[in-house]
T-cell receptor, first 110, second 114 residues
Framework: RKEVEQDPGPFNVPEGATVAFNCTYS??????FFWYRQDCRKEPKLLMS?????NEDGRFTAQLNRASQYISLLIRDSKLSDSATYLC???????????WGAGTKLIIKP | DAGVIQSPRHEVTEMGQEVTLRCKPI?????LFWYRQTMMRGLELLIY????????DSGMPEDRFSAKMPNASFSTLKIQPSEPRDSAVYFC????????????FGEGSRLTVL
């Protein structure tokens, strides 16, 4: 089993819809979690950190479920510009070692 | 503000040639990472520097790969001799401190080895 697993997609979603995807992790002691966004042929960029209580940033909501060992990302009122690959990142020990998921590709269609 | 700067953006070379990739981290960041990204393997950490000192090079594929950080504002990743399987996008990233997850990536160097 991979340490961090994501559905590779692609998720094809009409503009304005709500989309959610999950990421599962294997190390139950993992400390911190992040979502990065990577546009086609670009570098990854931090989208948001994922806190135990969940957090929201505009149209984006991230949740952590420690019992089931997954994190989720919800995008409301999706825009064409949300089309990207979303990378789930887990930091097991709060040091430099980040475990990267392979990414979920999202395509927003007009 | 200047982000992480990498050069070259694209490199096409022939098998056996030496390749040198360069990186200038964000000023004030004391952690520097070199990653490689391929479709098959995703993002892989090659080497991690903290305060210019290599801390973890366990991800460096083999002796053909070497990395240096002579000062806080410059790092290189060298491949000698290059092989077709080294074709990938190489990202340099920097961060303030080592324990968080907020990395700032450069635009990457896309390497093609023929």
């Amino acid at each position: 089993r991979k340490e961090v697993e994501q559905d590779p997609g692609p998720f094809n979603v009409p503009e304005g819809a709500t989309v959610a995807f999950n990421c599962t992790y294997s190390n139950s002691a993992s400390q911190s979690f992040f979502w990065y966004r990577q546009d086609c042929r670009k570098e990854p960029k931090l989208l948001m950190s994922v806190y135990s209580s969940g957090n929201e940033d505009g149209r984006f909501t991230a949740q952590l479920n420690r019992a089931s060992q997954y994190i989720s990302l919800l995008i409301r009122d999706s825009k064409l510009s949300d089309s990207a690959t979303y990378l789930c990142v887990v930091n097991p020990d709060s040091n430099y070692q980040l475990i990267w998921g392979a990414g979920t590709k999202l395509i927003i269609k007009p | 503000d200047a982000g992480v700067i990498q050069s070259p953006r694209h490199e096409v070379t022939e098998m056996g040639q030496e390749v040198t990739l360069r990186c200038k981290p964000i000023s004030g960041h004391n952690s520097l990472f070199w990653y490689r990204q391929t479709m098959m393997r995703g993002l892989e950490l090659l080497i991690y520097f903290n305060n210019n000192v290599p801390i973890d090079d366990s991800g460096m594929p083999e002796d053909r790969f070497s990395a240096k950080m002579p000062n806080a504002s410059f790092s290189t990743l060298k491949i000698q001799p290059s092989e077709p399987r080294d074709s990938a996008v190489y990202f340099c990233a920097s961060s303030l401190g080592a324990g968080g997850g907020e990395l700032f990536f450069g635009e990457g160097s896309r390497l093609t080895v023929l």
